[in-house]
T-cell receptor, first 115, second 113 residues
Framework: AQSVAQPEDQVNVAEGNPLTVKCTYS??????LFWYVQYPNRGLQFLLK??????LVKGSYGFEAEFNKSQTSFHLKKPSALVSDSALYFC?????????????FGGGTRLMVKP | DSGVTQTPKHLITATGQRVTLRCSPR?????VYWYQQSLDQGLQFLIQ???????AKGNILERFSAQQFPDLHSELNLSSLELGDSALYFC????????????FGPGTRLLVL
């Protein structure tokens, strides 16, 4: 079975500092990985995805993620955090192809960026 | 704005009742997905429809059912509601049924009293 782990419930970072939100995954085949962000009282917004190709994926709002096959990780990064980046971040993996396109989500990491 | 719409935004009902949640996918998207977000279970996939047919099923209770109509909008029916069904229900859509990106609606917050 596919699974995703986000080992940190919360990440605190000062505005202007780099941020990293961690994600590790377990799949039986090739991983299709996604990051979404959820602001209070809003739906999930797509940030970026890795399907194949370059291990460094660039996404919306200056975010990027690094795919590391040997460490089975897909950490989300941003060089300089903004207070407005404070939100709940979810890593997700696409399940087996013959089971449709359903996403398995991690538990989420709350990012707090302090001025 | 993702282009996925969900109604209603909020729903308050009593145990034992039945409710219907509605979702309109982005223009041109053929696949619709339903997810449940709760404090204890996190974000869980419920069911997927592709062009009117059920494509995949996740942890969906037998009391819950869904369908996708010819105009591609979808409805999630929740019956014999229990307190534990209180959650945020998201609909998402994608172009096809493969590894395309899923775009999420704003959700329907259900409170069962």
């Amino acid at each position: 079975a596919q699974s995703v782990a986000q080992p940190e419930d919360q990440v605190n970072v000062a505005e202007g500092n780099p941020l990293t939100v961690k994600c590790t995954y377990s799949v039986s085949g090739n991983p299709y990985l996604f990051w979404y962000v959820q602001y209070p009282n809003r739906g999930l917004q797509f940030l970026l995805k890795y399907i194949t190709g370059d291990n460094l994926v660039k996404g919306s709002y200056g975010f990027e993620a690094e795919f590391n096959k040997s460490q089975t990780s897909f950490h989300l990064k941003k060089p300089s955090a903004l207070v407005s980046d404070s939100a709940l971040y979810f890593c997700a993996v696409r399940d087996l192809p013959d089971a449709g396109n359903m996403l398995t989500f991690g538990g989420g990491t709350r990012l707090m960026v302090k001025p | 704005d993702s282009g996925v719409t969900q109604t209603p935004k909020h729903l308050i009902t009593a145990t034992g009742q039945r409710v219907t949640l509605r979702c309109s996918p982005r223009s041109g998207d053929l696949s619709v997905y339903w997810y449940q977000q709760s404090l204890d279970q996190g974000l869980q996939f419920l069911i997927q429809y592709y062009n009117g047919e059920e494509r995949a099923k996740g942890n969906i209770l037998e009391r819950f059912s869904a369908q996708q109509f010819p105009d591609l909008h979808s409805e999630l029916n929740l019956s014999s509601l229990e307190l534990g069904d209180s959650a945020l229900y998201f609909c998402a859509s994608s172009v096809k049924a493969g590894q395309e990106t899923q775009y999420f609606g704003p959700g329907t917050r259900l409170l069962v009293l």
